[in-house]
C-alpha cells in the first residue's frame, strides 16, 4: 500500500518537477545576479527505482526532494542566514548519497556561531555540482568524498564567515585557476563560480575574499563579513 501511495504520488510530481527544472532553467537570462535555479541533476530516476525495493526509504527522499525544489524556486528571497542554506545542502547531498551509493560521501563541519550569517541563496550550489560533476574525471573508480566547513573568525577589521569546500579529485586545471581567482566580469567559462563572485560582490562589496587551490583535489574559500544584514533586511522590508 505504502508502495502503491508513493508511486501515484512520483507520478504526479515527476513531470511537475522536470517542467519547472526545464521553465527555471530557460529563465535565467532574465534574473539577476541573485538568480535562483533548480539544481541540475535532481535524481528523479533514483527515486523512481527505489520504490519498489524501499517504499519507506522513497518517501522520504521525495520529501527531501519536495524541500529542495521549494527552495529553490522561491524567488522571493536572494539572501538567507545559514542555517537555511544548510538545511538544503543536507537534503541535497542525501539525494546525491542514493545515487551514487558508496562512491560517494561527505562532512560538514558548520561553526553554531556562523548559523546567523547572512549569505546569497544557494551560494555553494556551483561549488557542489562542479565537484560531483567534474572531480572525479581522472578516476572514475575513486570515491568522491566532499568536505564543507563554516568558520567565524573575528578580526580588527570585523566578523567574517570562512566558507571551504573541498573535494579529493582531480583539482581545478590551470587554465580554470587562472579565470576563477581573476575578474568575474572577464570570466566566460567558469559562469557557476563566476556568479558566485558576483553575487558576494553585490551584497558584500569589495569586503569579500575568494582563493580557488589545489590540494590534493579542488579547494574552494570564500570569506565574507558579517554586513549582509543590512540588505537582507531591506529585502524583507520590500
Same mark, same amino acid.
Given at each position: ?89 543536507? =537534503? !541535497? #547531498? ?6 551514487? /551509493?558508496?562512491?560517494? $560521501?561527505?562532512? %560538514? ?49 570585523? =566578523? !567574517? #564567515? ?6 579529493? /579529485?582531480?583539482?581545478? $586545471?590551470?587554465? %580554470? ?62
Amino acid at each position: 500500500k505504502m508502495g502503491f501511495i508513493v508511486g501515484f504520488c512520483f507520478t504526479i510530481l515527476y513531470p511537475l518537477a522536470v517542467m519547472l527544472s526545464r521553465a527555471f532553467m530557460s529563465r535565467a537570462d532574465i534574473f539577476d545576479n541573485a538568480v535562483i535555479l533548480v539544481p541540475r541533476e535532481l535524481t528523479l530516476d533514483n527515486i523512481r527505482y527505489l520504490i519498489p525495493a524501499d517504499p519507506q526509504r522513497a518517501q522520504q527522499l521525495i520529501g527531501r526532494f519536495i524541500g529542495i525544489l521549494r527552495y529553490s524556486i522561491n524567488n522571493t528571497k536572494h539572501n538567507v542566514p545559514v542555517k537555511d542554506d544548510l538545511k538544503y545542502l543536507q =537534503d !541535497y #547531498l542525501v539525494i546525491q548519497s542514493t545515487r551514487f /551509493g558508496a562512491n560517494f $560521501s561527505y562532512e %560538514i563541519d558548520i561553526d553554531d556561531a556562523c548559523m546567523e550569517f547572512i549569505i546569497p541563496k544557494l551560494l555553494l550550489q556551483p561549488l557542489l555540482e562542479n565537484s560531483i560533476k567534474y572531480a572525479r574525471l581522472g578516476d572514475a573508480s575513486c570515491p568522491l568524498e566532499i568536505q564543507i566547513t563554516a568558520s567565524y573568525l573575528k578580526t580588527e577589521e570585523g =566578523d !567574517y #564567515l570562512d566558507l571551504v569546500v573541498q573535494d579529493n /579529485g582531480q583539482g581545478y $586545471s590551470d587554465a %580554470i585557476l587562472e579565470e576563477i581567482n581573476g575578474d568575474p566580469a572577464s570570466g566566460t567559462f567558469c559562469v557557476g563560480i563566476n556568479n558566485i563572485k558576483r553575487r558576494c560582490g553585490f551584497l558584500y562589496g569589495d569586503k569579500a575574499e575568494y582563493l580557488f587551490e589545489n590540494n590534493e583535489g579542488a579547494v574552494s574559500e570564500l570569506i565574507l563579513p558579517r554586513g549582509g544584514e543590512k540588505q537582507h533586511d531591506e529585502c524583507l522590508s520590500g
